[in-house]
């Protein structure tokens, strides 16, 4: 599990030994955390490069409500294959699933006219089914999870073609397209901006000064160390600017879109799992070191069991989202989905050897893929050029986790 590494001991208003300066200490953190902080500023390098490059086009808020809408299945994928990868095992099946659930919803909407909420838990409860289905030859009878999701890759590929016997099926609901295209209703007075949007940005940002608060007095009860204050009010200034900016931004067009509030809702869910609860531990401890973890007392089979359930509900939702998006439910739906999902685990900082990562990191790291896909297509550049700067941007990745370890002598 990555944890941010703190700096030096806080007490620059007290006497002591010479204190570095605020830059030094930064300096110093970005050394510490090189894989949290890599790649989210190679993430703000390459914003501000096609914000430059596009004259100003990337950063418009109907861009970037486009953006986060474009790219909404894909980090719903990324935050669950970076939880498989977490635990030491892959997914290939996610593009299929992706597929199959859509094509399942888009049945049981557009051919049995079943209400759309319905159809939409029933779609959960299927990709549920699928993980379970897979996480039990993986985790109870020892099958390689590459071979097993290879398989199920094949299986819900051809059950897609089965299901919508080649052709598309549509349109759905208005509702259920809502999912992946709708925004949060405006409420209130008339302003010139989206006000329920004002309210979660401000919502947002108390609770995120509010934590870094109650962060720093934790470790300074326990005489642990921390940034110094220079550089913390630096860092809390820094993050409510972006906080106001982005916010804005989007209060500006039409409000905050639907799959972002599902995204945030797996983020701080997931997260805290992953970094507060027990069974988020185990997840880490397996991938970390598994026979380790099985003396400890880790039940590992029920563990991986249960990361691979998640990793189907996810893949039923991004299926959802998706289908919502095209408005219909199609044959050739999720290809190279799994790609992308693995791809944006691994610049998000994921390890191949399991046990290192974050659910926020996922993010990052699909963001990374998305402004790239937008920036890119923006500017005209092919999508045979995009896919070759894509892979390049994954090698690096790749290639940066192992030059760290070296240098880390792991």
């Known amino acids: 599990m990555t944890t941010a590494t703190p700096l030096r001991k ?13 830059a030094a200490a930064l300096l110093d953190s970005m050394r510490s955390n090189m894989r949290q902080y890599g790649m989210l500023v190679a993430l703000l ?68 006219d079943m209400p759309w909420v319905l159809a939409l838990v029933l779609s959960l409860l299927i990709g549920a089914v699928a993980g379970a289905w897979q996480g039990y030859f993986i ?21 897609t073609q089965i299901v919508l016997e080649g052709q598309s099926l549509a349109p759905f609901p208005e509702g259920f397209q809502n999912i992946a295209k709708g925004f949060i209703p405006e409420m209130g007075p008339y302003t010139q901006y989206h006000n329920p949007t004002l309210v979660l940005g401000a919502l947002a940002l108390t609770v995120l000064i509010l934590r870094e608060v109650r962060d720093r007095k934790r470790q300074l009860a326990y005489e642990l160390d921390v940034v110094p204050k220079s550089l ?13 900016a982005f916010t804005l931004t989007l209060a500006s067009f039409h409000g905050v879109p639907v799959v972002m509030l599902i995204m945030c809702a797996l983020l701080i869910g997931l997260g805290y799992v992953m970094r507060n609860a027990v069974i988020g531990r185990h997840v880490y401890a397996l991938g970390g070191n598994k026979a380790a973890a099985k003396l400890s007392g880790v039940k590992d089979k029920r563990v991986v069991f249960l990361v691979f359930v998640n990793m189907g509900v996810l893949a039923a939702l991004a299926g959802c989202v998706y289908a919502a998006r095209l ?37 990052i790291g699909g963001l990374v893929l998305g402004v790239l896909n937008n920036g890119m297509s923006l500017v005209g550049i092919g999508t045979d050029y995009q896919q070759v700067i894509k892979g390049l941007v994954l090698l690096a990745a790749v290639g940066f986790d192992i030059w760290n370890k070296r240098k880390a002598g792991r």
């Open 10 to 22: 806080d007490a620059p208003d007290e006497p002591g030994p010479a204190r570095p300066s605020a």
């Open 45 to 112: 390098f390459i914003v501000v490069l096609f914000q430059i490059w596009t004259d100003g086009t990337l950063l418009l808020p109907n861009n970037v409500s486009n953006l986060i809408q474009q790219n909404g299945y894909i980090l719903i994928l990324g935050i669950g294959m970076m939880i498989v990868i977490i635990a030491g095992h892959i997914d290939l099946s996610v593009g299929s699933l992706v597929a199959f659930v859509g094509a399942m919803s888009a049945v049981m909407m557009v051919k049995h």
């Open 139 to 159: 985790a109870y009878l020892g099958i390689p999870s590459f071979i097993v999701t290879l398989a199920g890759m094949l299986l819900f590929r051809g059950l």
């Open 232 to 244: 913390w009010i630096t860092k809390c200034v820094a993050v409510a600017a972006a906080v106001i």
């Open 327 to 363: 408005n219909a439910g199609t044959p050739q739906a999720g290809l190279s989905f799994e790609l992308e999902a693995i791809a944006a685990a691994f610049i998000g900082g994921a390890s191949m050897s399991g046990g290192v990562g974050t659910v926020m990191g996922a993010v």
